[in-house]
């Protein structure tokens, strides 16, 4: 079954492990899949996805309980959504990929690439979850006893549409705080499905506590010694907060780092032509991943400190990711 979305693009639709998911799959060359964030789809992607789609082989998924992917009762952690993803590009026959994640996403992202190395090229993470504890107490609050009543209540017909209609005015003030709201918005009409509530429910269980982020990359980022790395960020954000940034620096030395200024939490929605030139840009500068066993076991002994200089026979000597000046302020 297909979905018309414009003259460009069809929302397809695959079943796996039996349950219905959705994405799009756009242009021809080297394979980009696109992760959304919590609570959004591959809507997220529409305005990169056309100047993506020239040079590159775009997949963008609803993940799992989010738009139009089924949302059964199952396995909604980063690690089972990053087997599912493994399965998707299985079945679209694509065997690597450069891994772009947004958000919630982002921390699929390098969950993909750590469980699946030899089919990841590059991670490019997009206001990520899993550099640092803080996050918006709007996604905190989805965790506590109650949530799935009370916006079973507040997306009610009538409360729903001045809900979203305040948070879409609230959004054009160009207040840089609230611009955010209008993708807010979205989220919020996508509530109204009790069985969206629960998934999402079960998401942020998964990630977030009462005080902040529990999932974290942090203690394996040095294994993006062997895999390019960039991670893109808006000054504005106020759902996970752009100085998580600077923590890149510290765990992940290689890594390049892009700070979008007058952005928000989605820069490729609020700049799409510089997103996309970022993005590409890094991938020209870069040489894709080449897993090799005996690099990541040495990577894994080694640890996040120095690399030992006593490389195992017939392993190949770890050399830097190349590396990008930072833009942006």
Same mark, same amino acid.
């Given at each position: 079954?297909?979905?018309?979305?414009?003259?460009?693009?069809?929302?397809?639709?695959?079943?796996?492990?039996?349950?219905?998911?959705?994405?799009?799959?756009?242009?021809?060359?080297?394979?980009?899949?696109?992760?959304?964030?919590?609570?959004?789809?591959?809507?997220?992607?529409?305005?990169?996805?056309?100047?993506?789609? !020239? *040079?590159?082989?775009?997949?963008?998924? &609803? +993940?799992? =309980?989010?738009? %139009?992917?089924?949302?059964? /009762? $199952?396995?909604?952690?980063?690690?089972?959504?990053?087997?599912?993803?493994?399965?998707?590009?299985?079945?679209?026959?694509?065997?690597?990929?450069?891994?772009?994640?947004?958000?919630?996403?982002?921390?699929?992202?390098?969950?993909?690439?750590?469980?699946?190395?030899?089919?990841?090229?590059?991670?490019?993470?997009?206001?990520?979850?899993?550099?640092?504890?803080?996050?918006?107490?709007?996604?905190?609050?989805?965790?506590?006893?109650?949530?799935?009543?009370?916006?079973?209540?507040?997306?009610?017909?009538?409360?729903?549409?001045?809900?979203?209609?305040?948070?879409?005015?609230?959004?054009?003030?160009?207040?840089?705080?609230?611009?955010?709201?209008?993708?807010?918005?979205?989220?919020?009409?996508?509530?109204?499905?009790?069985?969206?509530?629960?998934?999402? !429910? *079960?998401?942020?269980?998964?990630?977030? &506590? +009462?005080? =902040?982020?529990? %999932?974290?990359?942090?203690? /394996? $980022?040095?294994?993006?010694?062997?895999?390019?790395?960039?991670?893109?960020?808006?000054?504005?954000?106020?759902?996970?907060?752009?100085?998580?940034?600077?923590?890149?620096?510290?765990?992940?030395?290689?890594?390049?780092?892009?700070?979008?200024?007058?952005?928000?939490?989605?820069?490729?929605?609020?700049?799409?032509?510089?997103?996309?030139?970022?993005?590409?840009?890094?991938?020209?500068?870069?040489?894709?991943?080449?897993?090799?066993?005996?690099?990541?076991?040495?990577?894994?002994?080694?640890?996040?400190?120095?690399?030992?200089?006593?490389?195992?026979?017939?392993?190949?000597?770890?050399?830097?990711?190349?590396?990008?000046?930072?833009?942006?302020?």
């Amino acid at each position: 079954m297909e979905q018309v979305l414009d003259e460009t693009f069809e929302l397809q639709r695959i079943t796996i492990h039996g349950h219905d998911r959705g994405y799009v799959k756009a242009g021809e060359g080297p394979a980009l899949l696109l992760l959304h964030g919590l609570g959004c789809d591959h809507t997220t992607w529409l305005p990169v996805i056309h100047d993506l789609a !020239r *040079h590159f082989t775009v997949i963008a998924p &609803d +993940l799992l =309980g989010h738009g %139009v992917s089924a949302k059964p /009762r $199952a396995d909604y952690s980063v690690g089972g959504y990053a087997n599912g993803m493994r399965d998707l590009l299985t079945v679209l026959n694509i065997d690597k990929v450069t891994v772009v994640g947004h958000s919630f996403g982002g921390g699929i992202a390098m969950q993909f690439a750590y469980q699946f190395p030899e089919r990841t090229e590059r991670m490019i993470l997009v206001a990520p979850g899993g550099l640092g504890p803080e996050v918006s107490p709007l996604i905190r609050a989805v965790t506590l006893p109650g949530f799935h009543q009370l916006m079973g209540l507040a997306t009610l017909p009538g409360v729903r549409h001045v809900g979203k209609a305040g948070l879409r005015a609230l959004s054009r003030s160009h207040v840089p705080a609230v611009r955010d709201l209008a993708e807010v918005a979205e989220i919020y009409e996508s509530f109204k499905d009790p069985r969206a509530r629960a998934a999402i !429910r *079960h998401v942020v269980r998964a990630v977030v &506590d +009462l005080r =902040g982020q529990i %999932v974290t990359m942090v203690d /394996r $980022a040095y294994l993006t010694q062997a895999m390019p790395m960039l991670v893109v960020w808006g000054t504005d954000d106020v759902v996970i907060p752009a100085k998580h940034a600077e923590n890149v620096a510290r765990i992940a030395p290689g890594a390049v780092v892009e700070i979008v200024p007058n952005s928000g939490h989605f820069p490729h929605k609020d700049h799409p032509d510089r997103f996309v030139k970022i993005v590409q840009d890094f991938i020209r500068a870069t040489q894709p991943a080449s897993y090799h066993r005996g690099r990541w076991r040495q990577l894994l002994r080694n640890g996040p400190a120095e690399p030992s200089n006593r490389a195992e026979a017939g392993d190949p000597p770890l050399t830097p990711v190349a590396q990008l000046p930072k833009r942006g302020a």
